[in-house]
């Protein structure tokens, strides 16, 4: 019963990854257009994610920013509450690398300084466009990190669970 209902949970998370957003010291450029791809006009949303606010159910941490010092400490136990496999996006020059923040006394610098980072989309800010684009890219990246068995196994669950439906 316990594998029906793991393979349930990875067919869930597959199809519906529940993002995290977490501004680490960015002016909020990025934030307004991370917020744009999730409105209806760019609809990230009809690619299965959806935002939480709480990192104990999210699957993809979406991050924006710089790393300030101050922030370096909650970033690192946000990241540590989410619960594996979990992913983390770092969105704008900034996250990537600091960008014009880079060497400030106060700044540790990108997300991947800090914590792994599983894909960047760099941009100043980024445009809601390619926010999709680096989504995308990572549901397949999320999709490869499954065990070829376990997607199988996923993918049985599914049809099993939409026959039953039918019916
Ligand atoms: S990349 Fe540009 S827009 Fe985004 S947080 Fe940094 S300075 Fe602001």
Redesign the pocket.
Known sequence: MSGLIDNLMTWARLKSPWILHFNSG?????DIEIIAALTPRFDVERFGLMLKATPRHADVLVC???VTRQIEKRLIRIYEQMPAPKFVVAV????CSG???NGCYNVAGGVNEVIPVSAFIP????RPEAVIDGVVKLLGHFESSVRAADLAAAKAAESALLSGQSK
């Open positions: 960015a002016c909020n450029a990025c924006s920013g710089p704008g020059t900034c996250a960008g014009v923040f941009g100043c800010p980024v």
